[in-house]
Structure formats: structure tokens, C-alpha cells
């Protein structure tokens, strides 16, 4: 070919380089097809070159499949910088998929069995990523001598490569229970992580080792008591909370142990309770461990003192500045809401406050939470929070909003005419945001409120003379007026008395006819309006019947359609009138 | 010991159940820039070749229409994003529901830390040069999709060691 062989870095600086996808694309297949070509004559003194461009370019995206003999090649060498490149292909390149997986298992086996710690560390980082539910039975024992006896460095490795074999053959869990046993002694937090975990996988998937575990449970809060208080080892501190991942995890397993066990919640309970109010939480570490607190507190059968506290603790993350703690409570308290009403009843400022929170995803949470939190007992200032926040919110929110106060009002309305008064103002707001069904669902409640209809009707007409946009509220204030149009002619000690003529009210609803912003459905609701509006006024009808007869020629076929039968009404069945 | 159970268990053992594959905490550990080229990537899940770059475009196009106010976690279809911006670079790591994600925003520090560690105030150059380095750090971090060490020593002792193997 004549060009030279490109070292990795050359490779990459060429991809830097190369101005577009093509040229890009063009010097990957030409490089590709150089590897492939020398891993086919299987040069002895490559080296590790052609893996490792190979590793880069699967890293851009494009297919490296070759590469996989060439990984288990270089993993079976002698060498230990071509073994570790090895290990690294078959880590990226191969899975349980492919063919090539099962050739893994020899050279894996061998390499355990190694004088070296550094091949052995190797070889069990790829069981433990790699290794099929076969392979892990077969090394399971040599896996679990490992974690007994060999020196620290690969014990650890060794402890992280068993949660992976018991995750994947779950009956071995009994050859790594003794060991775990004895793990829970020590005091090096390295092994600590690595056998909380395991002993976490295994309690998971095994009730009968769960059972055995439950009796460390002691053992466990003693060592998060002693994390705790132990002043602090500057090794593993981050801002001053000593191992908080080590923490989180001993909570995590203490969560799993304790669940569906009264007996064994029992015993963690001061511990929770100490953990819960001497940590630190001015950096997100503190933060981190107080939440995984909070979230075993909850999954427990904790006292009843304990769930309150962790309650509080959420709603004192509520009033933090970092959005991410905000974000973590809100998420956590809308899980809760159900369990934990009453305690929750106190954040309520809280909550609603959160409501003007910048990030959107934290105000529909807050939204959420705010909607569970409603009451009979706090219905009225709730809601009058909602309204508000209805009036200010982006237009995503207004749907979800305005359904929640609408379904709300209908639970806890105090009487109708708060319910009636809060729908108004609903519909009023959310513009055309409103639920389908409920249009209808007001209507059906109006009608059902006799005594409140002069108010009502007042109230609608003065809300359509100011604005006939929107669809929802301009369609129950035309059916409204349909019906108790000649209520407004009446005085009524509630509303403003505003002298209504009739004309008015006819030349509005002429108003809403013609206009270009009503929708077929609401022009319908007008026709029919005006025609029941003709039985009902005093005045003359002739208005009425000219409006109709406009409509007999509509290009809406239903509109056409009913007002020629309202024509024929008034040209046939006149006589059929009552007198007024 | 463990042979006579290879009997009662059903023949499609050979691949991930569904179950299993929920339970893997960390599911991918990825560092994208600005422009969407991705630097470094690591799968605890099995993804197609053409998915992953796929994923790995609309997670960088999420993480890039956040504004300040907005909170580091993402909910992306069946689970959660974490993400954290060093300079022009992002670290975004896709996680199961079940898992903390402030512990995890945690981890990305410390593995940010370690980095700079060891290339003394790390670069995006240094990492694109480094990969077979970087991925060893990752891996002694993170083992199958769980937190195994945290503890900036004992993860930067392999490597020491390599170097001093590699220099003689």
C-alpha cells in the first residue's frame, strides 16, 4: 500500500483533523481495513498497536467485530501490557452474544490460578463483567478461594466478581455466605463496599439468605454508628462525612434486611434516627447519605417517630438552594404523599411555594404534590393558591392544573356555590386548557343548583360580554343564558346590579354567532341560545327569527340543519307558544 | 457442589433475563463534548453498535438544552440521567430508578478527581490520548454497573504500578 503504519496517536489526529463525516469516515475504513489485514497474517511482533486503534475507532462508533480473536489473542499472551489490552477488548468489544465469548472461559481459568496479583485482578475484573451463568459456576470455587486467602488487593476483586457470579447463578449463594460472614469483621473500607454489596445481591435474590443476614443487622449498625462518630480518617472523608459511598451502601442493605421485618426495623431504628440528625448536609456528600436515610427510614417498618423525622428531613430539603436536593425531595415526596399524609400537611407552604420554582420538571412535581395534598380542610386556601398559580403558569401546565382543581372542587367543595364560584374561575383561567369533559360537567352542576341560577347567569354574562375567546367558558355562559336568560332581567342581592337589557343580551349572543373565534360546537349551543331564548323574553321574537333564518343557508351542516328546524318552528308551530 | 443445580435450571439460561438486566445500577458511564463526540464510553448493559449512537446523540442533545436553574437529574424513558459539566465536557451516566442519584453525582466527582490525580489537572486531550488508562480507572470504580471503590489510593495503585512495569 505504501503508507506508513499509523501509531494511535497519529490515528487520532488525523480523525481530529479530517473536516467532515466522509473524510472521517473514509480514513477509519481505510485503517480498519489495515488491522483486519494484520490480524489475518497474525504478525507476532504487533503488538498492541491494532488493538488499541481498534478500541478507538469501536469508540466512535464504528463496527470493530474483527477485533474480537485478535482481544482473545493478545489475552492469552504472557506478556502483561498485551494481557491487559487484551482484557480491555473483550471488555468492550465482546458480550455473552457472541461466539467468541466461550473461548474467554480457558483463559480466564488459567489466569485466576496465576502467581502474578495483577493478572489475577485482571482476570477476575472480566469474570465479573463477562461471565456467562456457565462460566461462573465453573469458577465460582476458585473465585471464592480467592476471596478467603489471597492478598488484599485481589480479595477485593475477588468479593466484587462474586456479586456478579451470584447474580447470575443465584444457588451459589451458599459457597459465599461463610466468607461474607467473616468480611463483616473488617475494618478496611475496601472490603466493606465490596461485601455490603454482595451480601445486598444475595439478600435480594435468596430469602433463606436473608434470613441469615437479618442476624448481622447489629454488626451493619455498628459499623454505620462507628462511620458516624469516629471523628475521621482523612483517607476516605469528602467534606467532612466520612465515606459517605460506604454509608449509602450499609444503608441500602440495611433497607433490604429490614423490610417486612418488624423485629429486625426495630433494631435500626436508633441508628436511622442518629444518622438522620448528625449528618452534615452543607455539601451534596451529607446530602446524598441523609437521602439514602430518608429512603430506608421509609421502605422500613420504622416508628412512627421516624417517619415523621424523615418527612421533615424532605421538607427541609425543600427549602434548599441546590435544585438537585429539591428535585430529589420533591420525587420522593410525591411517592410518600399517600403513606404519610398528615406529617406532609405541614410542608404545605413549602410545597406551594415550589410551585414558582424556575426549573419546569420541579414545578410540575410540585404541581403533582400540591393536587395529592388537598383537602376538605384546606380546600379554600389551596385552592386559591392554585388559581393563582393558574393565572401565572406556562400554558404545558394549565391542563394538568386545571383538571386537578376541577376534579378537587368536586371531592371537597365546602357548598355549591364555592364549587360553582371555583369552577368559573377555572374555566375563566385556563383559557381552553380545560378537560373535555368538563364543559358538560359544569353544566350538569349548574343545573343542578335551583337557587343559585340569577347569580350564576349574572355572572357568566358578565364574564362573556368581557371576552368570548375563550371556547369552554363561552360555551356554558351561551347555554347558561339559553336557559336562565330571563333571570337576568331580575335583580339579585349578590351580583353587581347591573341593569341587563334584553337587546344586550341578544346582540351578545349575535356577537358570538358571527364571531370567527367560536368553533362549530359553541355556534350550535348559540343557535340553540337564541332559540329557547324566544320562549323565554318579553320582547320581540322577530330579532331571534332573522338571526335564524341567516343560519338556514350555513355552510355547517349542522348548524344548517337546525336552523332551518328552528325556522320551521317559528313558521308552523307558532301557535304551539305559551303565553307569557 | 453447585453441578447438580445445572440440571433444574431452564436451557435459556445463556442470556440476561429481563430481571437481571433491571438490577444493574449503573447502566452506561459515558463523556461527550460540546459538539457531540463522544470521548469515552462504557456499557454495563448490552447496547447494538448503531443504538449506542444513537443514545449517546440524544443524551448529549438533552443535556445540552438544560439551562442553569435545572436540576442535574433527567428522566429519560424507563430511567434516570445524571449528568455533570466539566468545561466543555459531560459526564452522563444513565442509572436505574432505584438507585441514589445524588450518591451517584458523588461518584462522578470522585472519578473527575481521580483523574486529575493522576494527569495533574486532567484535559479532554489528555483523555482521548489515554483511554486504555482511563478505562482502567473506570474499571477498578465501577465493576458491572456497581460502585466497588471510591478511595482515590487504592484505585491509582494499579496504575502506578503499570507505569513503573512499563518504564523498566
Known sequence: MGDPVLTLPELIRRVRGARTQAVERELVQRECARIRGAIRVGDPQAGTANLTKLLYIHLLGYPAHFGQMECLKLLASPQFHKKRIGYLGA???LDERQDAHLLLTNSIKNDLAHPSPCVQGLALGCLGCLGSAGMCRDLAGEVQRLAADAP???????VACAVHVVRKAPELSDVFVPICDRLLQERRHGFLQGTLLLITEMCERSPDVLNHFRKAVPQVVEMLRNLEVSGYSQEHSIMGVSDPFLQVRALRLLRVLGQGSEETSEAMNDTLAQVATNTETSHNAGSAVLYETVLTITAVRSAPGLRVLAVNILGRFLLSRDRNIRSVALASLLRLVHAENSALQRHRATV???????????????????LALL???????????????????????????ASGLLLAAERFAPNKRWHIDTVLQVLTMAGSSVPDDGVSRLVQLIGGAGELHPYIVRRLYGALACDISPQPLVQVATWCIGEYGDLLADSCEEAEPVQVEEGQVLALLERVLQSHLSLPPTRALALTALMKLSTRLQGDIDRIRRIVCVFGSCHDIELQQRAVEYNALFRRYDHLRCPR | MWQKYSSCLPASCN???ISETNRKMIKFFLMVNKQGQTRLSRYYEHVEIHKRTMLEAEVIKNCLSRSREQCSFIEYKDFKLVYRQYAALFIVVGINETENEMAVYELIHNFVEVLDRYFSRVSELDIMFNLDRVHIILDEMVLNGCIVETNKNRILAPLFVLDKMAES
Open chain 1, 91 to 93: 471488555a468492550l468489544l
Open chain 1, 152 to 158: 488484599a488487593p485481589v480479595r477485593r476483586k475477588a
Open chain 1, 352 to 370: 406551594l411555594a415550589c410551585l414558582r420554582d424556575p426549573d419546569p420538571a420541579l414545578q410540575r412535581r410540585a404541581l403533582d404534590l400540591s
Open chain 1, 375 to 401: 383537602s376538605g380542610a384546606n380546600i379554600r386556601t389551596m385552592a386559591q393558591e392554585l388559581l393563582g398559580f393558574l393565572e401565572t403558569c406556562p400554558p404545558a401546565m394549565k391542563p394538568p392544573c
Open chain 2, 15 to 17: 442470556k440476561e433475563t
